[in-house]
T-cell receptor
Framework: AQSVAQPEDQVNVAEGNPLTVKCTYS??????LFWYVQYPNRGLQFLLK??????LVKGSYGFEAEFNKSQTSFHLKKPSALVSDSALYFC??????????????FGKGTKLSVKP | ETGVTQTPRHLVMGMTNKKSLKCEQH?????MYWYKQSAKKPLELMFV???????ENNSVPSRFSPECPNSSHLFLHLHTLQPEDSALYLC?????????????????FGAGTRLSVL
């Protein structure tokens, strides 16, 4: 069965410092991995995805994520955090076999708080 | 703006009421989804429609009844809800659902309807 784990409920970072939001996954086949962000009172917004190719994926708003197959991880990173990055971040996975119509399985979310 | 509009944004209803949530997408997508977002729990996929046909129903109680009259509109009809059904209900759409066209699977979400059941 597919699953996603976001081990941290909350991550606190000072503005200007690098940030990492962790995600690990479990799938049967090759993973397709996604990060979404949810700002207060808004729906989820797509940030980036990994399908194949380069393990370092670049996305919106200066975010990037690194796919690590041996550690089954897809951590979200940004070199210099902004206060406006404060939001709820969701990791999601689906497998290449297309089970359940290939629907996304979401983690429970990590709240990122960036202080000035 | 993501191109997915949900109304109403907030809804308070009693357990005996009947109400409906509406979702409209202006992206020309073929697939639409309903999710339930509760505090400190992963997003729960409720229903998936592809080309107006329901393709997934994740064991959702019958007090939730979806309707997809066309590819641009999705409704969630609610009746005799319970207080534990209080949550944020999110609608999403994607161009497609097929695995072979993953780029078309990126889901675009509406802002959600915050539902409170008293």
């Amino acid at each position: 069965a597919q699953s996603v784990a976001q081990p941290e409920d909350q991550v606190n970072v000072a503005e200007g410092n690098p940030l990492t939001v962790k995600c690990t996954y479990s799938v049967s086949g090759n993973p397709y991995l996604f990060w979404y962000v949810q700002y207060p009172n808004r729906g989820l917004q797509f940030l980036l995805k990994y399908i194949t190719g380069d393990n370092l994926v670049k996305g919106s708003y200066g975010f990037e994520a690194e796919f690590n197959k041996s550690q089954t991880s897809f951590h979200l990173k940004k070199p210099s955090a902004l206060v406006s990055d404060s939001a709820l971040y969701f990791c999601a996975v689906r497998d290449s076999y297309g089970g359940s119509q290939g629907n996304l399985i979401f983690g429970k979310g990590t709240k990122l708080s960036v202080k000035p | 703006e993501t191109g997915v509009t949900q109304t109403p944004r907030h809804l308070v209803m009693g357990m005996t009421n009947k109400k409906s949530l509406k979702c409209e997408q202006h992206l020309g997508h073929n697939a639409m989804y309903w999710y339930k977002q509760s505090a400190k729990k992963p997003l729960e996929l409720m229903f998936v429609y592809s080309l107006e046909e329901r393709v997934e129903n994740n064991s959702v109680p019958s007090r939730f009844s979806p309707e997809c009259p066309n590819s641009s509109h999705l409704f969630l009809h609610l009746h005799t809800l319970q207080p534990e059904d209080s949550a944020l209900y999110l609608c999403a759409s994607s161009q497609d659902t097929a695995t072979s066209t993953l780029a078309k699977n990126i889901q675009y979400f509406g802002a959600g309807t915050r539902l409170s059941v008293l």
